[in-house]
């Protein structure tokens, strides 16, 4: 597989590195992004030499939420054309929330909006001291809409109220205290870690632990196609509202748009 925002490696054993490559634009999700993560994902659940995926990252960021420049097209298009961005969006995450292997976080840096629902779908996530997070979207007139099932699920009702509309952003003992994280390790001891939570994996059969997850996705609450579909229409319509338009022109303009104090 040939990716232009994602570099993908796969080791003997199996295990397969995923790795966000747009450094210099922090990562942040664009279109093709969306499309190539849920190819990938569904390309590495369909292989059987995979035994595991890491989910990585280049550069200073994890990720920084969605691309703002393909949220300034969205707001531009009709609604058909916002409709299915979103819905792609929403197709990513089920995709790798859904992946029959085991997929791990390796995060580092910042991981906001977007970023934030891409380690909500890890089975686990290991972050560094320096990591920081935010559901930051309500800056710009918009709402954690696509990632917000994940997101609850990953974290609980209680800790979600914190996060959810605050935009504040938090650090990585937080993360850790909210099951976001499940490792906090120094930068340099960073690959070793994630080395610890792959390792015990490549000693279980395959299919049991394809199953294992499947099973696990029946018996705890999960996001349902309701769910889904009621985060895809909160989305198209925040990208519809004046608000949207006044905060990513504020951002382009690098001003503050009028709700800021």
């Known amino acids: 597989m040939e990716f232009k925002t994602l570099l993908l490696k796969i080791d003997p054993r199996g ?4 790795t966000l490559a747009r450094p210099d634009k922090r990562n942040a999700l664009s279109a093709q992004m969306i499309d190539e993560l ?3 994902a569904q390309a590495l659940g369909a292989d059987p030499s995979v ?34 961005a979103a819905r ?13 292997k085991p997929l791990i976080g390796r995060i580092h840096g910042q991981a906001y909006g977007g970023g934030v629902g891409l380690i909500s779908v890890c089975d686990a996530a290991i972050g ?22 994940y997101v609850l699920a990953r974290v609980g009702q209680a800790n979600a109220r914190r996060i959810f509309a605050s935009s504040r952003i938090f650090d990585a003992d937080e993360a850790l205290r909210i099951n976001l994280l499940a490792r906090i390790v120094t930068p340099d001891a960073l690959d070793a870690a994630v080395e610890d939570e792959v390792a015990p994996y490549l ?16 018996l705890a609450p999960q996001p349902t196609q309701e769910d ?14 004046d608000e949207a338009a006044l ?15």
């Open 203 to 218: 000693a279980c059969a395959p299919r049991a632990v394809a199953e294992a997850k499947a099973l696990l996705r029946k």
């Open 51 to 84: 035994r595991l995926v890491v989910l990585a990252a280049q550069g200073g960021s994890f990720c920084a939420g969605g691309d703002l420049a393909w949220m300034q097209d969205q707001m531009a298009a009709d609604s058909t054309t916002r409709a299915d």
């Open 38 to 40: 849920t190819q990938a």
């Open 128 to 149: 560094v001291p320096e990591a920081r997070f935010g559901l930051t979207e309500t800056r710009l007139g918009l709402i954690p809409a696509t990632i917000g099932p």
């Open 88 to 100: 792609k969006l929403a197709q990513m995450l089920a995709a790798l929330n859904a992946l029959p």
């Open 228 to 241: 889904v579909e009621a985060s895809i229409a909160a989305l198209v319509t925040r990208w519809q509202s």
């Open 15 to 18: 295990v397969a590195t995923l």
């Open 247 to 261: 905060g990513i022109a504020a951002f382009f303009a690098k001003e503050k748009p009028g709700w800021a104090l």
